[in-house]
């Protein structure tokens, strides 16, 4: 088992910033992908990036490509969402994702964060 724990949603005009957390405790070792996703009122849930975990290669969604980077703190065990230039389209909660070592899918999630970026 991997708990999630997130931090860091908010309240933020167009053009702004916020960092998200995504913390990490339990069978860390377990690890393969952290991904972050979002899901916004009428729409399907979204992928917005992943963190290949022993590769360290990143990907994310053309829509957040060069304004949104992901990154970890390997001694404090958690993946961040940097979010700059947020445009009010990225209002939604967003949740991170663990899929461990030969899982087919991500069995682990946060309890999700809200950003919400006015305009």
């Known amino acids: 088992q991997v708990q999630l724990d997130e931090s860091g949603g908010g309240l933020v005009q167009a053009g702004g910033s916020l960092r998200l957390s995504c913390t990490t405790s339990?069978?860390?070792?377990?690890?393969?992908?952290m991904s972050w996703f979002r899901k916004a009122p009428g729409r399907e849930r979204e992928f917005v990036g992943a963190?290949?975990?022993?590769?360290?290669?990143?990907y994310y969604t053309d829509s957040v490509k060069g304004r949104f980077t992901i990154s970890r703190d390997t001694a404090k065990k958690t993946m961040y969402l940097q979010m700059n230039s947020l445009k009010p389209e990225d209002t939604a909660v967003y949740y991170c994702?663990?899929?461990?070592?030969?899982?087919?899918?991500?069995?682990?999630w946060g309890q999700g964060t809200q950003v919400t970026v006015s305009s």
């Open positions: 994702a663990c899929q461990v070592s030969g899982a087919t899918s991500y069995d682990f």
């Open positions: 339990g069978r860390t070792s377990s690890i393969f992908t």
């Open positions: 963190f290949a975990w022993r590769s360290g290669r990143l």
